[in-house]
């Protein structure tokens, strides 16, 4: 099992930036990549960025050029870190841990709520 502990939302105004921080513990070496989804209200819950061990990075186009995804092997905790924060980013934000070819090896943390004001 692999837990995870997702940290740093809140309220921003537009234009702001807010990290978020997702700590991982317990079977770390089944995983090998991590991802933030979001879901808004009424909405499904999508794939925003992922990074995996290798330092593989990819973004939604609607993420790409304003977040960042990064990780730190020593601290078991991948960071999402976001600028230029518009309202349609408003969203629950999820950390999730998987491993690239075992899909059985899935994790999702709590979420944090994502709140950006106009």
């Known amino acids: 099992q692999v837990q995870l502990v997702e940290s740093g939302g809140g309220l921003v105004q537009a234009g702001g930036s807010l990290r978020l921080s997702c700590a991982a513990s317990?079977?770390?070496?089944?995983?090998?990549?991590m991802a933030w989804y979001r879901q808004a209200p009424g909405k499904q819950r999508d794939l925003i960025a992922r990074v995996t061990n290798g330092g593989s990075t990819a973004y939604a186009d609607s993420v790409k050029g304003r977040f960042t995804i990064s990780r730190d092997n020593a601290k078991n905790t991948v960071y999402l870190q976001m600028n230029s924060l518009k309202p349609e980013d408003t969203s629950v934000y999820y950390c999730?841990?998987?491993?690239?070819?075992?899909?059985?090896?899935?994790?999702w943390g709590q979420g944090t709520q994502v709140t950006v004001s106009s």
């Open positions: 999730y841990a998987y491993n690239l070819w075992n899909a059985k090896l899935t994790y």
């Open positions: 317990g079977s770390i070496d089944s995983i090998n990549a």
